[in-house]
């Protein structure tokens, strides 16, 4: 593990800030690597990979032939990288005759490995490969929309894993509010069997519609490719529970004297202090109190 000193700089400590744990954690990061052989097809999707997520992503060029995720000691140096560039999440390129293509893509927790799934990569098309208006290009900072065609992607155990971990590497920053004009492209899914689905990327386009809602229309801008499911790792229902664990919502307040009942509802309780009557004002008239009444006959 990498061990840090106690800084003694400014600038050593305000880092170290950003990277201690928060409330409302800062946005993933993505770590891109080369293993000890990497093929061309495997070189242009990790760098278009790396150029849909450059606001929010590292890319190591040298090979790496320590690093194999799946077998046991071949993840230490993957988990030496996730903390020293504060990345949460690594795509993992390699190539072999057993498994050509290969990708591993995965998601860290506390800097060690949390799930794994690997894909291999087939009918590959690069983004120059299609012809589109370079303004539609996705600019950084943008946010997509997905689309998940197919019942296989909620039965299918490595589907629904492919799923999950597409959504957290490809969805951006987390916001709560969201502009239309910095919606500007869509993923789009497949799912063509049990282990292997069409992965595509698409531009938006807003056109006029005569109404205040504009027409959308889909320019495919790449890159595209089919994505076969190798091998999956699960995490462990005890590192799950502790990573899907959430702080108290510290802003809302708590009501006093106030219940919720299943059937009921919401109750509440009154308390009234103790009403003294014998103390209380009453008017009183003092003219005659001071005078006494005269009789005149």
Known sequence: ??????????????????????????????????????????????????????????????????????????????????LKTDCSLFVY?????????????????????YDLIEIGIENFKSMDSFSYDKKLAPRIGSKPFFAFIGEAFESVDELKHLKEVLLDLFRGEVVTNLNLAGVDRMYVCT????????????????????????????????????????????????????AMKTAPDSTKKKEKNVVKDPI??????????????YKSYLCYVFAYSSRSIVLVL
């Open 191 to 242: 799912a063509l069997s049990s282990n292997k689905i069409y992965f595509t990327h698409f531009a938006l386009r807003l056109k006029k519609s005569g109404t205040s809602v504009p027409r959308m229309e889909l320019v495919e801008v790449g890159p595209s490719m089919d994505m076969v499911v190798r091998r999956h790792r699960n995490p462990d229902d005890g590192l799950r529970k502790v």
């Open 264 to 277: 009921e509802g919401k109750i509440g309780k009154i308390y009234i202090p103790e009403q003294k009557v």
């Open 93 to 113: 390129g390699s190539h072999s005759k057993k498994r050509p293509n290969n990708l591993v893509l995965g998601r860290t927790y506390d800097h060690h490995i």
């Open 1 to 82: 593990m990498l061990r840090i000193n106690t800084p003694n700089k400014g600038r050593v400590r305000r880092e170290l800030d950003k990277r201690a744990p928060k409330l409302v954690e800062n946005s993933k990061k993505t770590l891109f690597l080369h293993g000890t052989k990497t093929s061309s097809v495997l070189n242009s999707v990790l760098t278009e990979f790396y150029h849909l997520k450059k606001d929010n992503a590292i890319k190591y060029s040298r090979k790496n032939d320590k690093i194999r995720p799946f077998e046991s000691g071949g993840e230490t140096s993957l988990e030496f990288y996730s």
